[in-house]
Nanobody
Framework: QVQLVESGGGLVQPGGSLRLSCVVSGSIFSIDTMGWYRQAPGKQREMVAA???????NYADSVKGRFTISRDGAKNTAYLQMNSLKPEDTAVYYC?????????WGQGTQVTVSS
């Protein structure tokens, strides 16, 4: 059984910052790619950022230069540092981990950017 738990969401003013964390626990041999996705009301879930086991990163164009994904292999944890937040970043953010040929999802954490 593999579980993902996200934390770090909340309410922030435009221009502010938040740091999301995602801890993977359970029967883990090794984690391949980890990623962050988001889903705003009435919209499809979209990829925000991803990082491979080797450290290669990929970002959505809308967050390049503002968001940074990282991971700590020893802690089975991924992070998403979000700076210069905009109202359009408001969404539920989900962590995804691909391991043992299967993708797992967390329960999501709400990020609201509003004055």
């Amino acid at each position: 059984q593999v579980q993902l738990v996200e934390s770090g969401g909340g309410l922030v003013q435009p221009g502010g910052s938040l740091r999301l964390s995602c801890v993977v626990s359970g029967s883990i041999f090794s984690i391949d790619t980890m990623g962050w996705y988001r889903q705003a009301p009435g919209k499809q879930r979209e990829m925000v950022a991803a990082i491979t086991r080797g450290g290669t990163t990929n970002y959505a164009d809308s967050v390049k230069g503002r968001f940074t994904i990282s991971r700590d292999g020893a802690k089975n944890t991924a992070y998403l540092q979000m700076n210069s937040l905009k109202p359009e970043d408001t969404a539920v953010y989900y962590c995804n981990a691909f391991l043992q040929a299967f993708g797992y999802w967390g329960q999501g954490t709400q990020v609201t950017v509003s004055s």
